[in-house]
């Protein structure tokens, strides 16, 4: 990750606030602008120490019963499930949530969607969930580099996980991360077994990362 960015900006506006340099009129802003940058910062570590966490096998992941719409709800905009509220999922809800967001706002990369909605579906031992993007779709070039880490981020401000640290999750579940669709509609998935036994990569469609 590019640390150095929110880490510059927040120690030159602790430094300008300890020195008096911030006019009083200004240290509201000043603060925000603090708290932003260790916000980001915040995000970042802990991006990685996940990244970390799985590459070492020292995640636990635990199985309950998950809320799939009480999740979608702490993501941004608040969307519904369009689809398959009765279905039951079991994974871990922190980071299955983790995995919706980073879906969640992959699905929403430029050029702007004319919609977004998530489904729940079951497929063979695997319980899928579905953020399905309607408008122009995401090129699959762009779609195969989103699943490598630490790649450039749209503004060049920085890198960022893309979907790595979904899939690694999701395979931290016995699962698979996936993508497919056509010249109208973009499909990012994730599948977890029914049945914690339930071999990852069976009934793999194509187009799976």
């Given at each position: 990750?590019?640390?150095?960015?929110?880490?510059?900006?927040?120690k030159?506006?602790?430094?300008?606030?300890?020195?008096?340099?911030?006019?009083?009129?200004?240290?509201?802003?000043?603060?925000?602008?603090?708290?932003?940058?260790?916000?980001?910062?915040?995000?970042y570590?802990?991006d990685?120490?996940?990244?970390?966490?799985?590459?070492?096998?020292?995640?636990?992941?635990?199985?309950?019963?998950v809320?799939?719409?009480?999740?979608?709800?702490?993501?941004?905009?608040?969307?519904?499930?369009?689809?398959?509220?009765d279905?039951?999922?079991?994974?871990?809800p922190?980071?299955?949530s983790?995995?919706?967001?980073?879906?969640?706002?992959?699905?929403?990369?430029?050029?702007?969607?004319?919609?977004?909605?998530?489904?729940?579906?079951?497929?063979?031992?695997?319980?899928?969930?579905?953020?399905?993007?309607?408008?122009e779709?995401?090129?699959?070039?762009?779609?195969?580099?989103?699943?490598?880490?630490?790649?450039?981020?749209?503004?060049?401000?920085?890198?960022?996980?893309?979907?790595?640290?979904?899939?690694?999750?999701?395979?931290?579940?016995?699962?698979?991360?996936?993508?497919?669709?056509?010249?109208?509609?973009?499909?990012?998935?994730?599948?977890?077994?029914?049945?914690?036994a339930?071999?990852?990569?069976?009934?793999?469609?194509?187009?799976?990362?």
């Open positions: 990750h590019e640390m150095r960015s929110p880490v510059t900006v927040a030159g506006w602790a430094m300008e606030l300890a020195e008096d340099g911030v006019p009083p009129e200004e240290v509201a802003d000043a603060v925000e602008h603090l708290n932003e940058s260790l916000g980001r910062l915040s995000s570590i802990y990685l120490e996940l990244a970390a966490g799985v590459s070492l096998g020292r995640i636990p992941v635990s199985r309950d019963h809320d799939v719409a009480a999740v979608c709800r702490s993501l941004p905009s608040r969307p519904d499930v369009r689809s398959g509220t279905v039951e999922v079991h994974a871990d922190m980071l299955l983790r995995i919706l967001h980073d879906l969640w706002v992959t699905a929403h990369r430029d050029p702007a969607p004319l919609s977004v909605a998530i489904d729940v579906v079951e497929v063979g031992t695997w319980t899928e969930i579905r953020v399905v993007r309607h408008g779709p995401i090129s699959p070039m762009i779609l195969k580099a989103l699943f490598d880490p630490f790649g450039s981020n749209d503004d060049n401000t920085g890198v960022t996980m893309g979907l790595y640290l979904a899939r690694a999750l999701t395979v931290a579940h016995g699962g698979l991360l996936g993508a497919a669709g056509d010249d109208d509609i973009t499909v990012l998935y994730t599948r977890i077994p029914r049945d914690t339930a071999a990852p990569g069976a009934d793999r469609p194509r187009g799976d990362q």
